[in-house]
């Protein structure tokens, strides 16, 4: 089944201490990327990648890290993790399409994360 | 960053009533996605609009492009309980035509149907 995977679903941790939120997709999408979602906020996004290697910052990047080591996989790292990082958090994937100019976002089940 | 703007924000309704939600952007968009997000789940996209004044159906949805290239719209005829969920609206950042990968999302409908 064609899929999107993140790892964990829920956590709950404490002020500093370094996690990382895996990401997985089955489907050989060059493009991924991560967004948060906060009510009355809807989704913002954090990071995206176009391809292994390239990275860039979306709207709210400040407190995380990625990396894009291998075409299926993409972490989101919380070096040190702060309250304000509370949040659900979602990775997605698509092929992307300079065409049409838009990538049609397939997501995964989503990462609620409670920072104490 | 670059803002779409949803409304309403909350919508309670009866079941068969029909809903209508929109989108709008002080920037022009090349493309409008809408997704719905059911509760606990990542969103799934329900319809993509690629050219202004595009209408598109998918089942008892209707979204249209609007011709301004700033704003969309959605449509849902004769609502059931399983629409519920919050519905978002999406656009591509392309700047100089080149997309840049980047998707902007709305702040959300969220959708209640009343048995």
């Known amino acids: 089944e064609a899929q999107v995977t993140q790892n964990p679903r829920y956590l709950i941790t404490v002020t500093g201490k370094k996690l990382t939120v895996t990401c997985s997709q089955n489907?050989?999408?060059?493009?991924m990327s991560w967004y948060r979602q906060d009510p009355g906020l809807g989704l913002r996004q954090i990071y995206y990648s176009m391809n292994v290697e390239v990275t860039d910052k979306g709207d709210v990047p400040e407190g995380y890290k990625v990396s894009r080591k291998e075409k299926r996989n993409f972490p989101l790292i919380l070096e040190s993790p702060s309250p304000n990082q509370t949040s659900l958090y979602f990775c997605a994937s698509s092929l992307f399409s300079s065409l049409s100019g838009a990538n049609v976002l397939t997501f995964g089940a989503g990462s609620r994360l409670t920072v104490l | 960053g670059q803002q779409l703007n949803q409304s309403p924000q909350s919508m309670f309704i009866q079941e068969g009533e029909d809903v209508s939600m929109n989108c709008t952007s002080s920037?022009?968009?090349?493309?409008w996605l809408w997704y719905k997000q059911d509760p606990g789940e990542g969103p799934v996209l329900l319809i993509a609009?690629?050219?202004?004044?595009e209408l598109t159906s998918n089942g008892r949805l209707t979204a249209q492009f609007g011709i301004t290239r700033k704003d969309s719209f959605l449509n849902i005829s004769a609502s059931i309980p399983s629409d519920v969920g919050i519905y978002f609206c999406a656009g591509p950042i392309n700047a100089g035509g080149t997309s840049y990968g980047k998707l902007t999302f709305g702040q959300g409908t969220i959708l209640t149907v009343h048995p």
């Open positions: 920037s022009i968009f090349n493309t």
């Open positions: 609009l690629y050219k202004a004044g």
């Open positions: 489907m050989n999408h060059e493009y």
